[in-house]
């Protein structure tokens, strides 16, 4: 079993930055990881992942150019940098681990682990 820990979150103004944390219990250099995030009442959606090397990062549409994704592999960390933060960026944010098979994954059910999920909150 692995256990992913998110940090991080808060509760911010429109335009402030964010650096949401996601530490592994185990090694994971070798895997994909991922962030997605879910809005009350709506489904969790992908928000960017990034290979085992960090070599690929790949991003939702609605959060490229604000939010970088990123990744320590000897911490087994991963981190979401979020710039300029939005009111319809509020949601639970949780990270994820990715299957062996999978280099890069945006679907869900790619992934295999995941964390708690911590609370972004944007206010206008």
């Known amino acids: 079993q692995v256990q992913l820990v998110e940090s991080g979150g808060g509760s911010v103004q429109a335009g402030d930055s964010l650096r949401l944390s996601c530490a592994a219990s185990r090694t994971s250099s070798l895997y994909c990881m991922g962030w997605f995030r879910q809005a009350p009442g709506k489904e969790r959606e992908f928000v960017a992942a990034i290979s085992w090397n960090g070599g690929t990062m790949i991003y939702a549409d609605s959060v490229k150019g604000r939010f970088t994704i990123s990744r320590d592999n000897p911490e087994n960390t991963a981190y979401l940098h979020m710039n300029s933060l939005k009111p319809e960026d509020t949601a639970v944010y949780f990270c994820?681990?990715?299957?062996?098979?999978?280099?890069?994954?945006?679907?869900?059910?790619?992934?295999?682990?995941w964390g708690q999920g911590t609370q972004v909150t944007v206010s206008s």
């Open positions: 994820a681990r990715a299957r062996p098979s999978s280099l890069i994954a945006t679907r869900r059910g790619d992934y295999e682990y």
